[in-house]
């Protein structure tokens, strides 16, 4: 079981606008730690979508935003398109345990 | 242009050893993190562990310390995962990644290895 925890699966129509939400805790996220998110399509290694919270590698487009708030922390996708379809981790860092990179569980976007 | 290069798919037997190679190029390896990251058949991501090749400090997940050895090579650019003895459970998706500092990004991506593991 993931330290951070993500729904297994969302869903959205072409053009909606769909947010995955990631929960931890005092020792990760709400410790000020960075969140992080990766997009991987199916077969495919995983990709950085976000990175410090809301900030997007080049060539990402700014229909991907993430936020931060607390012990929790988001990522929005708008104007969805079928090519979104694909499975969205978020990572950060806890600082119990002599520290640790954290995975959330993984989401399941699908493009109805 | 900076690639993570990992070697290829294996196939092993219950018990067998194995050691699996991630070759960093177009950036200073000895200044950023390696980690190996596992995905089981269906499954989501877990991290196994990170190197810094600089000074060879490296970290465990609890859920992998002792099950797997992760190391370096500064001369060749190579990180590596290694199994002394194979379960079947082991059989995923294993992929190297790189980050500035434990705590930010895996900036860049291998392409993953593939192991299966069964009798």
């Known amino acids: 079981q993931s330290v951070l925890t993500q729904p297994p699966s969302v869903s959205g129509a072409p053009g909606q606008r769909v947010t995955i939400s990631c929960t931890g805790s005092s020792s990760n996220i709400g410790a000020h730690y960075d969140v992080h998110w990766y997009q991987q399509l199916p077969g495919t290694a995983p990709k950085l979508l976000i990175y410090g919270n809301n900030n997007r590698p080049s060539g990402v487009p700014d229909r991907f935003s993430g936020s931060k708030s607390g012990t929790s922390a988001s990522l929005a996708i708008t104007g969805l398109q079928a090519e979104d379809e694909a499975a969205y981790y978020c990572?950060?860092?806890?600082?119990?345990?002599?520290?640790?990179?954290?995975f959330g569980g993984g989401t399941k976007l699908t493009v109805l | 242009e900076v690639q993570l290069v990992q070697s290829g798919a294996e196939v092993k037997k219950p018990g067998e050893s194995l050691k699996i190679s991630c070759k960093g190029s177009g950036y200073s390896f000895t200044n950023y993190w390696i980690g190996w990251v596992r995905q089981m058949p269906g499954k989501g991501l877990e991290w196994m562990g990170i190197?810094?090749?600089?000074?060879?400090?490296?970290r465990y997940s609890p859920s992998f310390q002792g099950q797997v050895t992760i190391s370096a090579d500064k001369s060749s650019y190579t990180a590596y995962l290694q199994w002394s003895s194979l379960k079947a459970s082991d059989t995923a998706m294993y992929y190297c990644a790189r980050q500035v500092n434990p705590a930010e990004s895996f900036q860049d991506w291998g392409q993953g290895t593939l192991i299966t593991v069964s009798s």
């Open positions: 190197i810094y090749p600089g000074d060879s400090d490296t």
């Open positions: 990572q950060s860092y806890d600082s119990s345990l002599s520290g640790y990179v954290m």
